[in-house]
């Protein structure tokens, strides 16, 4: 059985998918830019300092993009039930549960090598770039595992 | 999570009923991505999903889902016993 649909749900499902991609390369851009200026502030280039405050008219102006690419004309409202079935949805709560327990562990193991990359920095630089390195590793494990356990075996529609 | 195998006819009962992943997804106010999983043996649902899932089918829970009688370790995800 292989009706193609292009309903609503599969719209929603479809941008909800790609925001966690965008999430998920905004985290790694974002996190790899704070950890560059984190452990080289002497050698921060313009363009770093200038696109981090950028930053939100770049995300707004990518979440419309993407909101009218995948949704063509329609509006992301939480209270219709079409978008409570794709944001409460039990495969999705479970991957997410996954994904935040694997996510913490990894964080937990890696603050021993990232003590060990910070541990000649000066002590505030230091504090800095281990909180920026276990948010962006923290975020960037949950949201690829997420991905990840989300996957689809069979394409059916 | 169950030492038991569980079953599902999921896919065969929407045949039956000339209805896709999507469709039978709908109904049960679910996305098509958990009705896959389900149909796949991902995915254990919880009792209240397949409650639903019976109810759009317009058949009960036993119809669809039973345990395997080996008792074979499942590989499948059960729902979080919180939801």
């Known amino acids: 059985m292989t009706r193609s649909i292009d309903s609503r ?9 790609r925001t966690m991609v965008a999430l998920l390369i905004l985290t790694v851009v974002v996190g790899g830019v704070c950890l560059t200026m984190a452990l080289r502030p002497a050698e921060d280039p313009r363009w770093m300092t200038s696109s981090v405050a950028m930053l939100p008219i770049l995300i707004v102006a990518g979440l419309v ?7 063509r004309g329609d509006r992301w409202d939480p209270r219709s ?10 495969w999705r709560r479970i991957n997410m549960d996954r994904a935040i327990r694997v996510a913490f562990f990894v964080v937990l193991i890696a603050q021993i ?10 002590s505030l630089r230091a504090v800095m770039t ?12 949950l ?15 | 999570m169950s030492s038991d195998r569980l079953r599902n006819t999921l896919k065969v009962q929407r045949a039956m009923r000339d209805l896709t992943q999507a469709e039978l997804a709908s109904l049960a106010g679910v996305t098509r991505r958990s009705v896959n999983a389900i149909e796949t043996g991902r995915m254990v649902p919880s009792v209240l999903l397949a409650l639903k899932l019976a109810h759009a089918l317009g058949t009960s829970i036993d119809a669809i889902f039973s345990l395997d009688d080996d008792g074979t370790v499942a590989d499948a995800v059960p729902a979080s016993i919180n939801d």
């Open chain 1, 65 to 71: 993009a993407l909101q009218k690419a995948t949704l």
């Open chain 1, 9 to 17: 749900p599969e719209r929603y499902l479809r941008f909800s998918h």
């Open chain 1, 81 to 90: 039930p079409e978008i409570q079935a794709v944001l409460q949805d039990e």
């Open chain 1, 143 to 157: 949201l690829t595992l997420f991905l990840f356990f989300s996957r689809q075996e069979q394409d059916e529609q």
């Open chain 1, 130 to 141: 281990m909180a920026t390195a276990t948010l962006t590793l923290g975020m960037a494990t």
């Open chain 1, 113 to 122: 090598p990232i003590g060990l990359l910070v541990v000649r920095l000066p």
